[in-house]
């Protein structure tokens, strides 16, 4: 059985509710050792008094403030003293209503127990009461000489405390972002066509479906240096969507995501698992910027290549093409698929 991180006395109203926090998740990051270049060597750090330069034991550190004209110390037992409660009672103030509580005030979460077999009956009651309710405990604490403002709640038969941001934490993203749209305006066309993507990509919330890659590649890789085998590289981040090809990206992400094959078909898969947009779209995208500075057509069906075979076609060009006839699944296409799938479409009209 895990330790607890902390215990003490939950109350609400004139109830008390002796309890135990334990940590509720865990990190799988690969960690690795400090060595020095060139040693199986290993570096560590060390407390070390920057006037003699020896190293000082843990129980002789004290905490002390800079008041600028000299150091005021302050003793482990002194913080306890003055903490709310003796740093022992977890008091809630109120139960507040769950979707008030907006999302960017939660921080970490642990599970809260009975601190007894004699406990269960007043821990179901509160687990309960707040399940029907639909509303979290809003309390203070201090653990580990930091006060929480967290919010209790109850999840599948139990307890849990969520660690809450203060509210002047909080950053306010006008003073942190310097382009935020505000009132950029966009198309009924191009809102259309976002809301049409949204709807196409919806999926169910399975969070085992989901899992870290970038950890995976990274034990990869230590296991092919290991045993000297070569390392593919990820593919590079994708290229930014100009606001001139915006409409064609959101076409072929709506015919791409469409495909029975799941999201994205045979598209290139980037190193955190997800596709790459279509290559098509970013030649399309070069090739009217070209066009655009030229004063020369921007499609592939334009007056000089009308007549063109599809085999001298740039894949710009076939897809274009493959767009205004509607071939369905361009979107994954390459270039050859795209002069098979023209072909296809000029004999089913010839024949029909």
Known sequence: MARPVWSGTLTFGLVSLPVQMFTATDSHTVRFHQLQRGTSDRVRNKRVNERTGEEVPLDEIVKAFDAGDEYVLVEPDELDDIAPGR????EITGFVDLE??????????????PKGKEYTKVYALLEKALTDADRAGIATFVMRNHQYLVALKAESGLLTLHTLHWADEIRDPRDEIDDLPGRTKVTDRELKMARQLVDTLRIEWKPEDFHDTYQEQVKALIEAKRTGESVEKAEPPAESTNVVDLMDALRASVD???KPSGRGGSGKKRAD?????????RDAAAKRRRSAGSGKPTTGGGKSKKGAPLDSLTKAELYRRATDAEVAGRSSMNREELVEALRGTRRHRATS
Do not use: N
Not at 87 to 90: A, Y
Not at 106 to 112: A, E, G
Not at 273 to 281: E, K, L, M, R, V
């Open 256 to 258: 791409r995501a469409k």
């Open 100 to 113: 008030d509580v907006e999302p960017i005030f939660f921080d970490k979460t642990y599970y809260l127990g």
């Open 273 to 281: 698992g997800s596709a790459s947009p279509p290559t098509q779209i």
């Open 87 to 90: 740093s022992k009672t977890l």
